[in-house]
Nanobody
Framework: QVQLVESGGGLVQAGGSLRLSCAAS????????MGWYRQAPGKQREWVAR???????NYADSVKGRFTISRDNAKNTVYLQMNSLKPEDTAVYYC?????????WGQGTQVTVSS
């Protein structure tokens, strides 16, 4: 059973930065494409970024140029570096496989960006 645990969220002013981490259990992590997702209050969960086992990355248009996804297979961890944060980035951030696996959703980590 795979478990994903997100951390690194917090309260930051607009223009600031945060680095999120997602620690994964399970031996298949290194070959599994991973993604970051977010859900803002009153909105549906949306995809933010993904990274393949071969380190190919792509991003939602709303975060392109500001966010960077990376992974460390030795640590079974995927990261999301978020720079130039905006109030509209406020959301609970989750990691999951890409495409998503229903049973892998964790608790997420709250990111709040104040104006």
């Amino acid at each position: 059973q795979v478990q994903l645990v997100e951390s690194g969220g917090g309260l930051v002013q607009a223009g600031g930065s945060l680095r999120l981490s997602c620690a994964a259990s399970g031996s298949i992590f290194s070959i599994t494409p991973m993604g970051w997702y977010r859900q803002a209050p009153g909105k549906q969960r949306e995809w933010v970024a993904r990274i393949t086992s071969g380190l190919y990355t792509n991003y939602a248009d709303s975060v392109k140029g500001r966010f960077t996804i990376s992974r460390d297979n030795a640590k079974n961890t995927v990261y999301l570096q978020m720079n130039s944060l905006k109030p509209e980035d406020t959301a609970v951030y989750y990691c999951n496989t890409w495409p998503t696996t229903r049973d892998y959703w964790g608790q997420g980590t709250q990111v709040t960006v104040s104006s």
